[in-house]
């Protein structure tokens, strides 16, 4: 059964950070659906100005629950997750997936979502230079490496990180099929 990564964005992600790791799952087998808060596309920001468009294939009002998904994938850009933390069922698809113990990547200024889902309190994490003292006051023990991985979260600093960003959410995705496997058998 193929799986499926859900990622979470709206308009402003950067570019690179959505368009690269979905690229990267879905070259590895991947299902991946784009949610955002409104149907039709969202505009990205490449750099330093916008760039191209996503379709979207669902809202997070049509998302009744996370159950039919593997992972998350949240892309950064400064204003892509500032406009989703401030919309209660984006950041109550956070919560439900860090719940359910399920991947959730965030890149960038993307781990702004999973300080405000309030899921980062004692674990290690790292994102764009310009947020980590939001991750600490937020509880986090925030370091400076291009993957960092805390139980089912993977943080990354930004689009140079992508490869070991995409590397260690395939390999999370791997091994949580192993185990799920093993304990079906």
């Known amino acids: ?21 979905k ?19 969202i505009k990205g920001w490449d750099q330093k100005d916008w ?6 294939d ?3 009002d049509e998302v009744s629950d996370c159950s039919s998904y593997d992972a998350l ?5 400064q204003i892509n997750p ?6 209660e069922r984006a950041v109550t698809i956070v919560r439900e997936f860090n719940v359910a113990g399920k991947p959730i990547a965030a890149i960038c200024h993307a781990p702004w979502l999973l300080a405000e889902a309030d899921i980062v309190k004692g674990k290690t994490v790292t994102s764009w230079p310009s947020i980590r003292t939001d991750l600490k006051n937020a509880g986090a023990n925030v370091v400076d490496q291009e993957a960092a991985i ?19 959410l395939i ?12 304990e079906t058998a």
């Open 171 to 182: 390999e999370m995705l791997g091994a949580s099929a192993e185990k799920r496997e093993m």
């Open 51 to 56: 760039g191209k468009s996503v379709s979207v």
């Open 82 to 87: 500032d406009i989703l933390r401030m919309n």
């Open 58 to 60: 669902k809202t997070v």
């Open 150 to 168: 805390d139980g089912n979260l993977i943080t990354s600093r930004n689009p140079d990180d992508i490869p070991a960003f995409s590397k260690a």
């Open 73 to 77: 994938l949240l892309p950064g850009g």
């Open 1 to 21: 059964m193929t799986k499926r990564i859900m990622i979470l964005a709206t308009d402003g992600f950067e570019q690179s950070e959505l368009m690269k790791p």
């Open 23 to 41: 690229a990267n799952l879905e070259d590895a087998g991947f299902e991946t659906t784009v949610v955002s808060l409104e149907k039709g596309e």
